[in-house]
């Protein structure tokens, strides 16, 4: 099982800020570890200050909750059987997309939240992150990032 930690977290933050340039959104990005405790943050420049609890927020709820924040996004609409629920643990539960639990052989060993763009576009900038967290096997040579995290350099 991968644990993870601080070294897989700042890649993992790469990972999704390059998604984040490629799509030309300026996203809040925190990462959790099993327990929802921050490993790891980064906003990028210019993206809003409201983001920073958000994505924090999201990846403390798919950590909690074992769940992508969208599925529990839809589950919680008015009339669902989770409706509601965003208002449990003192509002903690964030019910907007993009986070993602991260697993490692079937369990959660952390969270990645996003923020910054729509529902949709965190998703996608919190998949890119997933996936190549799945694809780490465990050396830093795994992984295939160009990416220098807090620079507004071109990215390969």
Known sequence: MIKLTLEIAKQLLAVAEQKAR??????????????GNLIAFHRMDNARF????????????????????ANLAQSALPGSPS??????????????GGGIPLVSEGKVVGGIGVSGGT??????????????????QGTRADWSVNARIGTNHSYR
């Not at 409706?83 to 907007?96: A, W």
Request: net charge negative.
């Open 22 to 35: 490629q799509m030309e959104t300026l996203s809040n990005i925190a990462i959790v570890d099993e327990g």
């Open 50 to 69: 409201a983001g920073i609890e958000i994505s924090k927020g999201k990846a403390w709820t798919s950590v909690t909750m074992q769940m992508p924040t």
């Open 83 to 96: 409706y509601g629920i965003n208002t449990t643990n003192e509002g903690k539960i964030t019910v907007l």
């Open 119 to 136: 529902s949709a576009q965190d998703t996608e900038v919190a998949n890119a992150a997933v996936q190549a967290f799945s694809n780490f």
